[in-house]
């Protein structure tokens, strides 16, 4: 079984297209390409965490046209657009229906915490014990931190990515990250000692030893 995660698919919203310049010339172009896309990639078996605005429309047309064409076990994380949609029979079409979730697993041996929202958040549980989180809403808008990241369509060829995929590029980002960091501290030591030639050995202890 394999663990995915998606979010603003907005399945029955036209006007999505123009707002977020999707490449669809319709709506229904742009409903059977995220459910081929979907289905491409999700087995029967795999379990689908979808981070919130699933779709437009009444709930049981979405369930009848979009939901059980879908494969998966879907678990939801409520958006700002799903209050008025997540009802019956719908509803019961999702293993659950949440505001916001935490999931552990273990990757390579090691027991990790993802905190998933709709939202994106500057800080989350056990972010400080290196927990992921992962979120929507944002339409590829709102640049991940940390160990963050945006997992909707608009940002991933508008099909669910899996839970090994978004760890590494988060992981791939974060490392990055810390690399450029240690890069500009080096320059910012290169330039310091220039302008105070006497004040070199401070700042090389503050550097290595943080005093």
Not at 57 to 80: F, Q, V, Y
Not at 110 to 136: C, E, Q, T, V
Not at 144 to 154: C, N, Y
Request: net charge neutral; charged share 25%; proline share 3%.
């Amino acid at each position: 079984m394999t663990v995915f995660f998606v979010a603003d698919s907005h399945f029955g919203h036209a006007n999505i297209i123009r707002y977020c310049d999707r490449p669809f010339e319709t709506k229904q172009e742009h409903d059977e390409t995220l459910i081929n896309n979907w289905n491409s990639v999700v087995n029967k078996d795999d379990t689908v965490y979808h981070l919130g605005d699933f779709g437009f429309g009444s709930p049981k047309w979405l369930n009848d046209r979009i939901a059980n064409s879908l494969k998966g076990r879907i678990c939801l994380i409520r958006g700002n657009h799903d209050q008025g949609v997540i009802k019956e029979p719908l509803v019961k079409r999702f293993e659950f229906v949440k505001d916001v979730h935490m999931i552990r697993t273990m990757r390579q041996g090691k027991d990790i915490r993802i905190w998933l929202s709709h939202y994106a958040h500057r800080s989350w549980p056990f972010m400080n014990h290196g927990a992921y989180h992962l979120y929507g809403h944002s339409h590829g808008k709102l640049p991940g931190q940390g160990r963050s990241i945006d997992v909707g369509v608009d940002v991933w060829n508008y099909t669910p990515i899996s839970l090994e995929y978004v760890i590494e590029k988060i992981d791939i980002a974060l490392e990055q990250s810390i690399a450029e960091k240690k890069k500009n501290d080096i320059v910012t030591l290169e330039l310091d000692s220039a302008k105070h030639p006497n004040a070199f050995g401070s700042i090389i202890s503050k550097f290595l030893f943080g005093n």
